[in-house]
């Protein structure tokens, strides 16, 4: 994880537009806690109509395979 500041971390924005969609990456944003991640994300990314959109802390999403990994 990378820190721009000791208090401050990066989250990953996924959302989708229809119940039947994948969610999806749509980006991300660097906040000092959830509460501002949420908004920062909504603030940044609800230029389309999402039905759902959500924020996981960079630091909790582990890779299970990679581009190059077999």
Do not use: C, S
């Not at 820190?3 to 401050?8: D, F």
């Not at 944003?29 to 960079?58: K, L």
């Amino acid at each position: 994880m990378t820190r721009v500041h000791k208090n401050v971390r990066e989250y990953d924005v996924f959302a989708r537009k229809a119940r039947v969609d994948p969610l999806r990456h749509v980006g991300r944003v660097v906040a000092p806690d959830d509460d501002i991640a949420q908004a920062y994300a909504r603030a940044t990314y609800d230029e389309e109509r999402w039905v759902e959109m959500v924020i996981v802390p960079r630091a909790a999403v582990i890779t299970v395979t990679a581009p190059g990994e077999e």
